[in-house]
């Protein structure tokens, strides 16, 4: 057993139609991979090796790609999720009692996984949430004001302003208590599960990554990922082929037979 | 009486900004001035001049630059429109407020400006007369507009370079006062301005307020839309026809 990483598979990309309503959002390609198989080569070449694929709908699709793992170098566990239960509800569900990874298969990311686990480890924090900067510009003139509401004086004006916002990218190194937060059966989404720990005084940490982060589920990431894939690619470490031998090595032969 | 009863009605007169190049609605506006650009059965700047002379104003200067000549076909002398229109053509780019002191008459009376790419049923009359009892320099139409941050967002811990995360809310909400584009300027505020030289509105409100001028805002709560950003013109086209008669009931 290494160290174990749930990847979140399911959901529908509604933003992104019409591409998702005949492909899963994590086998939305970049470049002639599926962002899945980027991700999963990626945890392959940081030493992730153990994998659940939490599925929804559309799962026979995602298990023909990827079978059992063994061509992107991990080992593929297979959580189906019948009615979705959120970003954090299929915590419900799993049975782990070692800290472990829990990230969106949607992101195209240079983070360094085995970083932000080895400051989560040395941490005593519940959750470490890998973070971003992004700036956001809001297309307005934009007027400060002052005085009574009536007639307000104008203090200042600012052209397209523009605010820099922290932002989750999705990917949580996790301790395994967390899971009591989390009812079986819950819906509930990763930020009420945050929320709901530093409410019961729980230390929820942070791991800043200011390399490449795309969200594919919004349509300006996604289109600048196909606008990129050429320069991206080289950027994403993926599966070497002795982590792969490494991989098949330790599975069961029925396994490793594809069966 | 006194002296003052005995003059003429003021007259309400009105600047309109059409001379930019509109990039954001590349490319369309290679072929077509930004005023231009059709909302349902019209170009956005006719239902904009239709208006102001539904409000009273009797004269419209249309400041223009790139495909002035398109614009300067479809209004002619306004004669159409029910209201007296001039032109300026800029032979530079002078920037949104750069024209102002080279248009001539307007020393005498306080004044409307505006961009030639909105889409609203602000009273124009009203804004004018209340700038003139106000006092300003400049009176800006302000109009509260929220933008959805689509991501997850943290807030941290207080302290300096804190890693301690103290909240998560997904994709909140942010709100602006956002200017409308439509401002009333009194003979003062362009003496503020060189001729012939580029100047944009906001650094002129800044020129202004170093110089102790009095820059008001006039909050807003009307149907507003620039039609120069992506999302608002395919708004304004999906919304055309359920607000006509709010926007121009007589045509």
Redesign the interface.
């Known amino acids: 057993m290494s160290d174990r990483v749930v990847v979140l598979a399911g959901g529908l990309g509604s933003r992104l139609l019409p591409y998702r309503t005949v492909v899963p959002k994590p086998l939305l390609p970049v470049g002639n991979r599926s962002v899945l198989e980027v991700i999963l080569g990626q945890l392959a070449a940081h030493g992730f090796c153990d994998v659940t694929l939490a599925v929804g709908g559309l799962a026979g699709l995602i298990r023909a790609l990827l079978g059992d793992g063994t061509r992107d170098g991990v080992r593929l566990e297979y959580v189906e999720e019948y009615e979705p239960h959120g970003t954090a509800g299929v915590l419900g569900a799993l049975d782990l009692d070692e800290p472990f990874l829990l990230m969106n298969g949607n992101v195209l990311t240079t983070l360094d996984y085995r970083a932000l686990w080895d400051a989560h480890l040395a941490s005593s924090n519940a959750m470490t949430?890998a973070?971003h900067r992004?700036e956001?510009v809001?297309?307005?003139?934009?007027?400060?004001?002052g005085g009574d509401?009536?007639?307000?004086?104008?203090?200042?004006?600012?052209?397209k302003?523009s605010?820099t916002?922290?932002?989750?990218m999705?990917v949580y190194a996790i301790q395994p208590e967390v899971r009591e937060y989390v009812a079986p059966g819950e819906v509930l989404?990763?930020?009420d599960l945050?929320?709901r720990l530093?409410a019961d005084g729980q230390?929820?940490?942070?791991?800043?990554h200011d390399g490449l982060w795309l969200?594919m589920r919004?349509r300006e990431d996604f289109e600048l990922a196909q606008l990129g894939a050429g320069e991206i690619e080289p950027l994403l470490p993926s599966a070497k082929p002795e982590d792969v031998e490494r991989a098949i090595l330790s599975m069961p032969p029925a396994a490793a037979n594809g069966a | 009486l006194p002296a003052r009863n005995l003059t003429p009605l003021r007259t309400k007169r009105a600047v309109v900004l059409a001379g930019g190049l509109g990039r954001r609605l590349e490319p369309y506006t290679t072929v077509l001035p930004k005023p231009l650009m059709p909302i349902g059965d019209r170009p956005i700047l006719d239902i904009v001049i239709r208006q102001l002379a539904r409000h009273g104003f009797t004269h419209v200067t249309i400041a223009t630059g790139h495909l002035a000549e398109l614009i300067e076909a479809y209004f002619s002398d306004g004669a159409e429109f029910g209201v007296s229109i001039d032109y300026f053509r800029e032979s530079q780019p002078l920037g949104t407020v750069g024209a102002l002191p080279l248009i001539d008459g307007l020393d005498g009376e306080a004044f409307l400006v505006m961009n030639g790419d909105v889409l609203t049923d602000i009273d124009y009359g009203a804004l004018l007369s209340r700038h003139r009892a106000?006092g300003a320099t400049?009176t800006?139409a302000?109009k509260r507009?929220e933008?959805q941050?689509?991501?997850?967002?943290?807030r941290?811990d207080e302290a300096e370079g804190s890693?301690?995360?103290?909240?998560?809310?997904?994709k909140p909400v942010?709100s602006?006062?956002?200017?409308m584009?439509i401002y009333c300027f009194s003979p003062a505020a362009v003496k503020h301005i060189e001729p012939g030289v580029r100047l944009?509105?906001?650094e002129l409100?800044?020129r202004l307020?170093d110089a102790e001028e009095?820059?008001?805002?006039w909050?807003s709560d009307d149907y507003w839309l620039?039609i120069g950003?992506h999302d608002d013109y395919e708004q304004a086209i999906e919304e055309f026809e359920r607000m006509r008669h709010r926007l121009i009931p007589e045509a």
Do not use: C, H, K, W
């Open positions: 949430i973070t992004r956001v809001a297309d307005f003139g934009v007027l400060r004001l509401g009536t007639d307000p004086m104008v203090l200042d004006y600012v052209e302003p605010r916002y922290d932002v989750s999705g989404g990763l930020p945050v929320n530093l230390q929820v940490g942070s791991f800043a969200d919004r | 106000s400049i800006v302000v507009r933008i941050i689509s991501l997850g967002v943290l941290f890693q301690r995360i103290r909240g998560y809310d997904e942010v602006y006062d956002a200017s584009g944009d509105f906001p409100v800044q307020l009095n820059v008001q805002g909050q620039d950003r």
